[in-house]
C-alpha cells in the first residue's frame, strides 16, 4: 500500500528522468543502445578491458599509391587494414587479415619496414601468455612461433620490436622485468636455456645463453626490479630507453650494453617512453599523471608536464610537426586513463624552448647522432656481444 501512494504521489516522473549518461573522474559513462548491444561480432566488455589496444603501421610503397598498412588488436582478436588516413574511414567489414586467438591474447606487435614491400609483411605479434609470433598478414601465413613452451619466459610479453636495421633480429620485454634478444633464424631450444653473465651495472644485467649450437635468445636483460613496460630504440638505433614499473628510465648503448644514464619518476612506475625525432630528448609517462622531458647529453630532467588526471599510458613525439629547423617547439603528446589532455599545452611549452638549439634539424631529415657514452666499459663485454651479434645477423 505504501509503495503504491509513494508511486501516485510521483507520478511516474522518476521514470521519465532516467540519465542516458554520467561522468565520474575516469570519464563519461553513456548508456549502451540496444542496436548496438545486439550488434552481431560485437567485443565483450571483458575482451575490451583486459589489453590496451596497440596500433603498428607500416608503409608497403604499393604502386596505387595508398602503402600505408596498419594493424591493431581488440580483446583476442588482431586485425590489418588499408588505412587512408585519419580523415576517411577504413571498410571495417574487409580487412586484409583477421585473426582469433583462443587461450591467450596478443598484447603488443611490431612491422620489419626494412623488409616490408607489397606483396609480404614481417610483423611480430607478442601475447600474455609469453608466446611471439611470426606472421605475414599479406600472404596469411604464420612463419614461426618463439617461446611457444614458455621455457625462456612464462609472464606477459609488454613490447616487442625489430631491432633497427636488422632483417633478423628482434627484441622482446616482459612483465617479470626481462628482455631478450631473439633472431628469427634460429630455433628455441628444447629445454630451458642456461645463462652465463655478460655484462652488470646498477639495475641491471645481461646474460648470454650457454648453448653449443646457435638458439634463441642469444641474449637476456634483466631491467630494473617489477615490470618492464615498455621499450623504445633512438632515432639512429644505437640507444635503448627503457621504462620501469621501479619508477626509473634507463638509458643503455645497446651494442656496447652500457648503461648511459637514468631517470626517476616523482613516484610510481613508468609505463612508457619515447625519443624526440633528432634524438636528444626523452618523454616519459607513468603512474605519477606527468609528462617528463629528459635530456640525452645532459642526463637530466628538464620539464615536466602537469596536467593528467590518472596514469599517462602513451607519449608520442609529431613527426610531421616537429622541426627544430624553424626554431618551432617539438610537440609531444600523452594519453592518460581517463583521456584527458590538459597537460599537452603546459608540456608543449615546457619542452619547446630546451627542444630549440643551435643544431638545425630539416623536416623529415634523419636524426642527430647523440652523444657517445661509456668508453670506459669493459673492452672485453664489449668484443663478446659484438661477436654475438655479428654471429646472430650471419655477417
Known sequence: MLISKMAAEGGGKEMNEIKTQFTTREGVYKLLTHSEYSRPNRVPFNSQGSNPVKVSFVNVNDQSGNGDRICFNVGREL??????????????????????YKGTQP?????????????SVSLLVGFSAGQVQLIDPIKKETSKLFNEERLIDK????????????ESLFLVAHSSGSMY?????????????????????EGYAVHTCKSKSARNPLLRWTVGE????????????????????DGFLRVFNFDA???????K??????????????GRYIVAGGEDDLVTVWSFSDCRVIARGHGHKSWVSVVAFDHYTT?????????????????????????????????SGPTARSRGSPSATPPTAGRSASRTASARWARTRSSASGT
Request: with cysteine; glycine share 12%.
Open 257 to 263: 650494453v652500457e648503461l648511459h644514464g637514468t631517470m
Open 265 to 278: 619518476s616523482y613516484f610510481g612506475g613508468l609505463l612508457c617512453a619515447c625519443w624526440s625525432p633528432d
Open 107 to 119: 598484447t603488443c606487435h611490431d612491422f620489419n619496414h626494412l623488409t616490408a614491400t607489397a606483396e
Open 181 to 201: 634478444l631473439y633472431n628469427v633464424e634460429h630455433a628455441c631450444g628444447a629445454a630451458a636455456p642456461h645463462y652465463q653473465l655478460l655484462k652488470q651495472g
Open 323 to 355: 622541426s627544430v629547423e624553424e626554431s618551432e617547439p617539438a610537440e609531444f603528446s600523452g594519453s592518460d586513463e581517463d583521456f584527458q589532455e590538459q597537460g599537452q599545452g603546459q608540456g608543449q611549452g615546457q619542452a619547446g624552448g630546451a627542444a
Open 155 to 166: 609472464s606477459r610479453v609488454t613490447c616487442v620490436k625489430w631491432v633497427p636495421g636488422s
Open 226 to 245: 617489477g615490470a618492464l613496460h615498455e621499450f623504445a630504440f633512438s632515432p639512429d638505433g644505437k640507444f635503448l630507453a627503457c621504462a620501469s614499473q
Open 79 to 100: 586485425y590489418f587494414y588499408i588505412y587512408k588516413g585519419v580523415r576517411k574511414a577504413a571498410d571495417l567489414s574487409k580487412p586484409i587479415d583477421k585473426r582469433i
